[in-house]
C-alpha cells in the first residue's frame, strides 16, 4: 500500500571543510514505502540520514515530514538505527528498550508492552533480564533493530541493517522490514548488498558525491537503461561471430558462452542470424542490466 | 513530549544504572566504613566515662579537698581521689611516673606532661579556699564575713562574643565540609565524564540524540548522577555528624549544622556548573583513555579553587572575598566564609545569582559543544569544530 509522500528531503548541502558530503540532494519517501537508498561508501549517505534526525545541521536545504519542518516532537514518530550500532552494554535489554520507547513518548505500560513483544518476536523472551553484553553480536543486532521500532515509529531509517548478519537473519531483517512497509511505515535503509535491495525494495535511491544521481522504481530503472545484457551460448564452435556487433563490450567469455553489455535498440534478429551461423543456439537472453549493474553505470564505476 | 519528561527519563536511568552497579554499593560502603572508622576509631584509645583524678598529698590534706574538687569539675560525676604521699621526692616521682595526675606539695601543685589543666586549676583555687576559711577561722572571723571579704575581691568575665575558638571550631568544621565537596565534586564529575564518554564509545549516543535533543541529554545526566553523588554525600556525611556527636573526644560546634546545610547547598550549585564542564568536555574524546587530557584544565580550576579555599585558615582576606563571588571557586570559598561569619548577606546572595546564572549559561554553551563532540569519532574534537559542528 504505496502512499502519498511524507518525507521530504529538498536540496540539502553539507561541507566538512573540503569535503562535499551532501551536494542537493533531494528525494522523497512516501508511506509504506521501502526505499532502497544506495550509494557508494562516502556518497553521503550516512550525512543525508543524520539530518533527517537532526544530528547534523545541513549548510543549506531542509527536510520536511507531511509537509511541514521536522521539530523534536515530530522526531519522535522517527525510528533509527544507525551504522555503528550501539546501545548500553551493561543495561538489560527489556528495561532498555522500555527506556527507548518513553524517550519517544510512550508511557510506561504501553513501552513494557512493546518492548515484550518485539523481544517475544526475535525470540529472546527468556532474555528479557539479559544484559545487552551477555548476548551474541546477532542477538544484539535484534536488540538494536527493536530499539528503533519499540515506539511504532512511522518512519524508520536504517543505515545498513544488513551488514554483519548471516543469511538466516538477513531473511528475519527482510521480512520485518516488509511487514512494517505493509503497515504504512516509511521505510528507509542503506545497503550495499544490492541483491537483496533488488528483491525487496519498491524504488530505489543511488547517490554519488552527495548528489542523487537515480531514483525510480527498481524495474522503471532497469529498463529505462541504454545497454542491454545479451547472454548467448551456441553449441560447439567460438564466440567470434559476437565481434562484429556494433556498439557492444564483452562483460564475460567462456568458451562457446558470451555475455556482451550491448545497445538496447540493438537489431536482435541481425543477432540472431550471426548466433545461430556459428551453431546451434543453446542459449540466447537479451535482458535490461540487474540492479547492481544499473548502480555501477550511475556512479561511473 | 515536553523536556521535562526527557530530562527525567535521562536522569533517572542514569541515576538507576549507576545506583544498582555493584561498584557503586561497594565504594559508598567503603567510604562510610573509612569515614566512620575515622572518627569512631580514636575513641578506643581514649578513656570513656568520667574523669577519675588521682590526687598526691604530702603530709596530711584537708578532708573536705576531695569532693570539694570533685564537686567544682564541669565533667559530672568525676571521682578524685586524695592520697597522703610521704615526702615531696615522692610525690614528685608519682606524678612523673603517672601514679598521680598530679601532686600538693605545701603551696606547690606539681603537675607533669599528663596532668589535666582542668585538675591543676581547680585543685589551687579550692586548696586555696579551704587554706582561706581555716586560716579565718583562726582569726576569729565567722563565716558571714569570709564570704563578705571575699565578695569584695571577686571578679566576673562576661562574655560579649564568644571566644575567637568558637569562630575557629566553625572555621575547621566548614574547611571539612569543603574538603568533603571538593572530593565530591573531583569524584562525581569523573562519573559524568566517565558516563559521557562511554554513551559516545558504544555509540548509543547516536541513537539517544535521534530523540532528545543534546541539552536535556546533558542535563538529565547532570541531574542523576548529581542525585545520585548527594544521596552518597547525605548518607556519609549524616554517618560521620551523628558518629561525631555522640564521640566523647570530638566536640563540634553549634552551628555544625547550618555549616552542613551550606555545604550541601553549595555542593548542588557547585556540582551543576563543574559537571556541565565535565559533560561538554568528555563529549570532545572518543576513549576512556583520552578523557582525562581532556578534563585536565577543569581539574586544575577546581585545584586552584581548593587552594584558595585554604588560605582561609589565615582568616579573611581579599583573595578570598572575591573568591566566594566568582562562580568557579565559590563553591569551596563562599560556605568557610558563611560559618565564619565573615560573608555579609548580600554577598552570599550575589554569590548564589551569579552562580545559578553561570551555570545555566554553561548548559546552553555545553550543549552545542557537548552536540558538536559526540557525533565526531576518532581524535580528540577541537573546541572550536565542536561548537561549529552543531545547532543547541
Known sequence: MEGATVLEIESLHKRYGDVVALDDCSFDVPRGTLLGFLGPNGAGKTTAMRTVFGLVRPDSGRVRWDGAAIDSDVRLRFGYMPEQRGLYQRMKIHDQLVYFGRLHGMTRPAAQASATRWLGEFGLNDRIDSRLEALSHGNQQRVQLAAAMVHEPELLVLDEPFSGLDPIGVEAMAGILQRQAADGVAVVFSSHQLDIVEDLCDDVIVVNKGRVVLAGAVADLRSRSPRRYLDVETAGGDNAWADGIAGSSVVMRNGSRIRLSVDADLDLAAVVAAASAAGEIRHFSFEPPNLSEVFREAVGQ | ????????????????????????????????????????????????????????????????????????????????????????????????????????????????????????????????????????????????????????????????????????????????????????????????????????????????????????????????????????????????????????????????????????????????????????????????????????????????????ASFSFTGDNVVLRVAALVPLTAPMTMPIRMATGDAAGWEVLLSLVLMVTSTWLLIRLAGRIYAGGLLRVGSRVKLREAWRGAEA
Open chain 2, 1 to 308: 513530549m515536553n523536556a521535562f519528561s526527557q530530562t527525567w527519563l535521562v536522569a533517572v536511568r542514569d541515576f538507576r544504572e549507576r545506583a544498582t552497579s555493584r561498584a557503586f554499593q561497594l565504594s559508598t560502603a567503603i567510604t562510610a566504613l573509612l569515614v566512620g572508622g575515622f572518627i569512631v576509631v580514636p575513641g578506643f584509645f581514649i578513656e570513656d566515662g568520667p574523669p577519675m583524678w588521682d590526687v598526691g598529698y604530702v603530709g596530711t590534706a584537708p578532708a573536705a579537698l576531695g569532693q570539694a574538687v570533685a564537686a567544682a569539675a564541669t565533667e559530672p560525676d568525676t571521682a578524685v581521689t586524695v592520697t597522703p604521699v610521704a615526702d615531696a621526692g615522692a610525690a614528685r616521682s608519682g606524678v612523673l611516673d603517672g601514679t598521680y595526675d598530679v601532686a600538693v606539695d605545701g603551696h606547690d601543685i606539681l603537675t607533669g606532661p599528663a596532668t589535666p589543666q582542668e585538675l591543676s586549676a581547680l585543685l589551687a583555687a579550692t586548696a586555696g579556699g579551704l587554706d582561706l576559711s581555716r586560716q579565718a577561722r583562726e582569726m576569729g572571723l565567722d563565716a558571714a564575713d569570709l564570704e563578705s571579704l571575699l565578695a569584695a575581691g571577686r571578679y566576673q568575665v562576661v562574655e560579649l562574643e564568644p571566644a575567637d575558638d568558637e569562630e575557629d571550631g566553625n572555621r575547621v568544621v566548614a574547611f571539612f565540609g569543603v574538603v568533603f565537596l571538593f572530593v565530591s565534586i573531583v569524584t562525581y564529575g569523573q562519573w559524568i565524564l566517565i558516563g559521557v564518554v562511554e554513551e559516545k564509545a558504544s555509540r548509543v549516543v547516536e541513537v539517544v540524540l535521534g530523540a532528545v535533543r543534546p541539552h536535556r541529554l546533558l542535563t538529565g545526566k547532570v541531574i542523576g548522577i548529581g542525585a545520585l553523588g548527594l544521596g552518597q554525600l547525605l548518607l556519609i556525611g549524616t554517618i560521620a555528624i551523628v558518629l561525631a556527636s555522640r564521640s566523647t573526644n570530638l566536640e563540634l560546634p553549634e552551628a555544625t549544622a547550618a555549616t552542613a546545610l551550606a555545604i550541601v547547598v553549595w555542593f548542588v550549585l557547585g556540582f551543576a556548573l563543574y559537571a556541565t564542564a565535565y559533560a561538554a568536555a568528555g563529549s570532545l574524546v572518543s576513549r576512556q583513555e583520552d578523557a582525562q587530557n581532556a578534563a585536565f584544565p577543569l581539574t586544575l580550576v577546581l585545584m586552584a579553587a581548593y587552594f584558595i
